[in-house]
Structures are given as structure tokens and as C-alpha cells.
């Protein structure tokens, strides 16, 4: 099975910054990786799918980057909303894996 | 509005069996392949099981395969899992999810599994 490592398991930040979580797969999964937030006590919602599309509705400031094993999701301007736990998600087989997610506190 | 209503869950004792459906609304169903991913209480996501739109294709997580069937009836606008000699380490929220990169998600339902 393919291996998400994802890092940091948390983070402290405040409103306005830029934050940084990154995803490494065990062997190579192309650009089959998508990101999620989920929020407490809600279910996960896509922000990002292969790689780096943006799914609709969701705003500029979410990005993804990456290919092969290393896969980077940046929120370019934290928002209070934006509170909640992301995961990644290795698409390219099955069995399909999530990382243990990156939880995002305020300072 | 895409909807995905899970139904189903409850408190179960080990050994025991149990199915879950999801309904599906605000999109054609029968165009998507569909997933099953569950969330231990505090813990990350796990998948579990998916199918393709005609039920060609289906997979499952080594933790359950044997022990849990997913299938649809595109029919119904219906997702189901069947879950057998559930175990301990069963319990969860199970979403249902729609399409390849879990473009939607249900609201979740819960499955305790404890005598």
C-alpha cells in the first residue's frame, strides 16, 4: 500500500499568514493526490484534486503544488474560517490512502 | 444540489451484521462511481470500499474485504454497504462519497460496535 506521509501533525498560526503542509507518498502516484478540509464536527470538503485544480467554489487563496511523491497544499492568506484539519489523499491506486492529517490552530 | 444522505448506522455487537445505504440526489448516479471512507471517533479517514457506475469495478480496504459488500442500485439513486462480522475496530462514521476525487460527501453515519 502507498504511504502518505504528511507533515507538520499541527500547526499555530495566526490570521494572515501563509501556511505550508506537505504530503510525501511511499512511491510515485503522478498527480493522482487530492487535498481536504474538514472543520470540526463536519464532513471533509475537496479544496484541491490532482494536485493542483482547484475544485469549484473554492477560493484563490487554497493551492496545491506537486507530482511524483511530494505534494505541497499552501493557504496563501489564513483565514479564521479556514480553521480545520487537511488531509491528503493518494488517487493513482487502490487501496487509496490518506495522510494523518495537519491540524491548523490559532496562536 | 448534489445530497448524500447516509442511513443505517447504530450500536451493534461484535459478530453482528449491519447495512448502511446512501441516497443520492441533484445528480445523475448512475454516471459516478461511488466510495465508502470511515472515520474512527478522533481519528483520520480510512476507505473503505468503492464501485464503479455499473458495478464493474469494486474494491476494499484489506481491513474489511471478506467481511463487508458494497453495491448500488442506480435504480434507487442508492449506495449500500453490508457489513458482517463487524468487529470492534468497526466503529466509525462512514461517509459516502461521490466520484473519484470525493468531489461530495454525506453528512455521515455512525456505527458502534460494542456488547
Same mark, same amino acid.
Request: hydrophobic share 30%; proline share 3%.
Given at each position: 500500500?502507498?504511504?502518505?506521509?504528511?507533515?507538520?501533525?499541527?500547526?499555530?498560526?495566526?490570521?494572515?499568514?501563509?501556511?505550508?503542509?506537505?504530503?510525501?507518498?511511499?512511491?510515485?502516484?503522478?498527480?493522482?493526490?487530492?487535498w %481536504?478540509?474538514? /472543520?470540526?464536527?463536519?464532513?471533509? /470538503?475537496?479544496?484541491i484534486?490532482?494536485?493542483s485544480?482547484?475544485?469549484?467554489?473554492?477560493?484563490?487563496?487554497?493551492?496545491g503544488?506537486?507530482?511524483?511523491?511530494?505534494?505541497?497544499f499552501?493557504?496563501?492568506?489564513?483565514?479564521?474560517?479556514?480553521?480545520?484539519? %487537511?488531509?491528503?489523499?493518494?488517487?493513482?491506486?487502490?487501496?487509496?490512502?490518506?495522510?494523518?492529517?495537519?491540524?491548523?490552530?490559532?496562536? | 444540489?448534489?445530497? #448524500?444522505?447516509?442511513?443505517?448506522? *447504530? &450500536?451493534?455487537?461484535?459478530?453482528?451484521?449491519?447495512? #448502511?445505504?446512501? #441516497?443520492?440526489?441533484? !445528480?445523475? !448516479?448512475?454516471?459516478?462511481?461511488?466510495?465508502?471512507?470511515?472515520? =474512527?471517533?478522533?481519528?483520520?479517514?480510512?476507505?473503505?470500499?468503492?464501485?464503479?457506475?455499473?458495478?464493474?469495478?469494486?474494491?476494499?480496504?484489506?481491513?474489511?474485504?471478506?467481511? !463487508?459488500?458494497?453495491?448500488?442500485?442506480?435504480?434507487?439513486?442508492? &449506495?449500500? #454497504?453490508?457489513?458482517?462480522?463487524?468487529?470492534?475496530?468497526?466503529?466509525? &462514521?462512514?461517509?459516502? =462519497?461521490? *466520484?473519484?476525487?470525493?468531489?461530495?460527501?454525506?453528512?455521515?453515519?455512525?456505527?458502534?460496535?460494542?456488547?
Amino acid at each position: 500500500d502507498i504511504v502518505m506521509t504528511q507533515s507538520p501533525t499541527s500547526m499555530s498560526i495566526s490570521v494572515g499568514d501563509r501556511v505550508t503542509m506537505n504530503c510525501k507518498a511511499s512511491q510515485n502516484v503522478g498527480s493522482n493526490v487530492d487535498w %481536504y478540509q474538514q /472543520k470540526t464536527g463536519q464532513s471533509p /470538503k475537496l479544496l484541491i484534486y490532482k494536485a493542483s485544480n482547484r475544485y469549484t467554489g473554492v477560493p484563490d487563496r487554497f493551492t496545491g503544488s506537486g507530482s511524483g511523491t511530494d505534494f505541497t497544499f499552501t493557504i496563501s492568506n489564513m483565514q479564521a474560517e479556514d480553521l480545520a484539519v %487537511y488531509y491528503c489523499m493518494q488517487s493513482n491506486s487502490y487501496p487509496f490512502t490518506f495522510g494523518s492529517g495537519t491540524k491548523l490552530e490559532i496562536k | 444540489e448534489v445530497q #448524500l444522505v447516509e442511513s443505517g448506522g *447504530g &450500536l451493534v455487537q461484535p459478530g453482528r451484521s449491519l447495512k #448502511l445505504s446512501c #441516497l443520492a440526489s441533484g !445528480f445523475t !448516479f448512475s454516471n459516478y462511481g461511488m466510495n465508502w471512507i470511515r472515520q =474512527a471517533p478522533g481519528k483520520g479517514l480510512e476507505w473503505v470500499a468503492s464501485i464503479s457506475s455499473s458495478s464493474s469495478y469494486i474494491y476494499y480496504a484489506d481491513t474489511v474485504k471478506g467481511r !463487508f459488500t458494497i453495491s448500488r442500485d442506480n435504480a434507487k439513486n442508492t &449506495l449500500y #454497504l453490508q457489513m458482517t462480522s463487524l468487529r470492534s475496530e468497526d466503529t466509525a &462514521l462512514y461517509y459516502c =462519497a461521490r *466520484g473519484g476525487d470525493y468531489e461530495n460527501w454525506g453528512q455521515g453515519v455512525m456505527v458502534t460496535v460494542s456488547s
